[in-house]
Every structure is written in C-alpha cells, then in structure tokens.
C-alpha cells in the first residue's frame, strides 16, 4: 500500500515513466515512488529520475517501495547509487519498504541496517519534521 501525496503533496517534472512509479514533492522533500518490479531493464528508465532527485544541493530524497514486488542487484545498486549521492551532497535519504522479501534481501547484501527503512512514508515524514537524522 502506498501512501497517497498529501494535499500539501506535487507533482514534479521528472524523467519517470509511468509505468515505473511517480515523482512528487512533499513537505520538502522529492519522493520517488516505485512499483511492481526492478529489475536491469526498469533501473535505467528508473535512474534519470533518482539522478534528477540528488542533482541539487541538499538533496532530500525519499524511495518509495511500497508498491515494488521484486528488487534485483541492479536494483540494490541503483539505491546505493541514489543514498550515496545524496549524502555526497549533504542531504538526506530515507527507504521505505515493508515488503518481508526485499527486507530479507536488504539483510542479506548487509544493507539493512546502512538504509534503515521504514514502514509507511508517514514514518519518515513524522521523523524529517523532528529533524532526525540522515540515515547514515
């Protein structure tokens, strides 16, 4: 289930087809929402959006993955590209991932604790307004 953009939510103009997810921004921050699967072939369509994401200055930066069903390596490291990137640039990034597989998968590559993730986009939004932390 992914969380719906909030009223104070918009659209940004990205290089993310439609079928992949969808860019907007929301209390600050550029969320990029994925779904269904990625794989080598959806990470380059999926890319352009995440470089457009971390392009600026104190980027902060929020993955969706709510909606994706399946994650593969080339997946894992388009966002460890788009973590690293982020916090090159002095900003923040956050995950959000409930599914029980990809968490497994984070686990195994020894990834889950560097991302961190959350459960709902609610968790990250409650947590960037008390200025937590970047997820290191």
Same mark, same amino acid.
């Given at each position: 289930?992914?969380?719906?953009? !909030?009223?104070? /939510?918009?659209?940004? +103009? =990205? $290089?993310?087809?439609?079928?992949?997810?969808?860019?907007? @921004?929301?209390?600050?921050?550029?969320?990029?929402?994925?779904?269904?699967?990625?794989?080598? !072939?959806?990470? /380059?369509?999926?890319? +352009? =959006? $995440?470089?457009?994401?971390?392009?600026?200055?104190?980027? @902060?930066?929020?993955?969706?993955?709510?909606?994706?069903?399946?994650?593969?390596?080339?997946?894992?490291?388009?966002?460890?590209?788009?973590?690293?990137?982020?916090?090159?640039?002095?900003?923040?990034?956050?995950?959000?991932?409930?599914?029980?597989?990809?968490?497994?998968?984070?686990?195994?590559?020894?990834?889950?604790?560097?991302?961190?993730?959350?459960?709902?986009?609610?968790?990250?939004?409650?947590?960037?307004?008390?200025?937590?932390?970047?997820?290191?």
């Amino acid at each position: 289930m992914t969380e719906t953009p !909030a009223p104070t /939510a918009t659209p940004v +103009p =990205a $290089l993310l087809p439609e079928p992949c997810g969808r860019v907007y @921004r929301r209390d600050g921050c550029t969320v990029v929402a994925l779904r269904d699967e990625i794989d080598i !072939a959806t990470a /380059a369509l999926i890319a +352009p =959006a $995440l470089d457009d994401a971390t392009a600026d200055g104190s980027p @902060r930066l929020v993955v969706d993955l709510s909606e994706v069903s399946f994650l593969d390596c080339s997946g894992l490291s388009l966002l460890c590209r788009a973590r690293r990137r982020a916090l090159d640039r002095e900003g923040r990034f956050w995950l959000v991932c409930a599914c029980p597989r990809i968490l497994r998968l984070l686990r195994a590559g020894r990834l889950h604790d560097v991302f961190g993730p959350v459960a709902t986009p609610d968790e990250v939004f409650r947590t960037a307004g008390a200025g937590a932390p970047a997820v290191p």
